[in-house]
Nanobody, 130 residues
Framework: EVQLQASGGGLVQAGESLTLSCKASGFALDNYAIGWFRQIPGKEREGVSCMTTVNGNTYYGDSFKGRFTMSSDGAKNTVYLWMIDLKPEDTAVYYC???????????????????????WGKGTLVTVSS
């Protein structure tokens, strides 16, 4: 069974950094694309980043370039989202997700969207205080 578990959220002050983790089970991350998304209350879910770990290709939503970095650890079947200089407007529930249709598609993340994801983990709440 494909499962994803995001963790690492919490309460931080503006300007601080935080790293989220997403542990995959039931499938090998190397074979699929995996993305980070977030949802601010009252707003649509938005794509933060997407990675195809087989080749390391990583794409970021325009709003996240520069402050957010996605990485992976194949041995742990885990991806990470390192966020720096956090702002109150980054307060959201952060999710990781995959699309089982992305199997061996090295170019998948060039057009990533939450609409395409088929399997979601429970989110982790990040709260940034001013």
């Amino acid at each position: 069974e494909v499962q994803l578990q995001a963790s690492g959220g919490g309460l931080v002050q503006a300007g601080e950094s935080l790293t989220l983790s997403c542990k995959a089970s039931g499938f090998a991350l190397d074979n699929y694309a995996i993305g980070w998304f977030r949802q601010i209350p009252g707003k649509e879910r938005e794509g933060v980043s997407c990675m195809t770990t087989v080749n390391g290709n990583t794409y970021y939503g325009d709003s996240f370039k520069g402050r957010f970095t996605m990485s992976s650890d194949g041995a742990k079947n885990t991806v990470y989202l390192w966020m720096i200089d956090l702002k109150p407007e980054d307060t959201a529930v952060y999710y990781c997700a995959t699309d089982v249709g992305s199997y061996h598609r090295a170019d998948y993340c060039s057009a990533f969207s939450h609409y395409r994801m088929t399997n979601w983990g429970k989110g982790t709440l990040v709260t940034v205080s001013s």
